[in-house]
């Protein structure tokens, strides 16, 4: 059984930084693919960020490459979403997902449906 739990989630202007972070329990984390997905209201779960086992191969969505940065700690069973000029339409429900079954893959998966557990979200609120 894992347990996620994110946090850094809070209001913030546009141009600003945040660094969501997400802690794991259990004992599958250091062999597990990793992601961030987001809710706005209304929408569909989207693919932010993903991240493989050992950490050495993201992948992010085109809205975003280049300004938000994912990673992970092995030995701290957590990892980690860095977002930069942050845009009023990043405001979401940010949620961890982690894929319980394809242990020490390099390949992570955008789609929802491959991640077996997930955390109950933070709140990130960007204001114009």
């Known amino acids: 059984q894992v347990h996620l739990m994110e946090s850094g989630g809070r209001l913030v202007q546009a141009g600003g930084s945040l660094r969501l972070s997400c802690v794991a329990s259990g004992q599958t984390f250091s062999k597990s693919a990793m992601a961030w997905f987001r809710q706005a209201p209304g929408e569909e779960r989207d693919f932010v960020a993903g991240?493989?086992?050992?950490?050495?191969?993201?992948y992010y969505a085109p809205s975003s490459q280049d300004r938000f940065i994912i990673s992970r700690d092995n030995d701290k069973n957590t990892m980690y979403l860095q977002m930069n000029s942050l845009k009023p339409e990043a405001t979401a429900v940010y949620y961890c997902?982690?894929?319980?079954?394809?242990?020490?893959?390099?390949?992570?998966?955008?789609?929802?449906?491959?991640?077996?557990?997930w955390g109950q979200g933070t709140q990130v609120t960007v204001s114009s």
């Open positions: 997902a982690l894929n319980d079954v394809d242990y020490y893959t390099d390949y992570v998966e955008s789609s929802a449906s491959w991640y077996h557990y």
């Open positions: 991240i493989s086992w050992r950490g050495d191969r993201t």
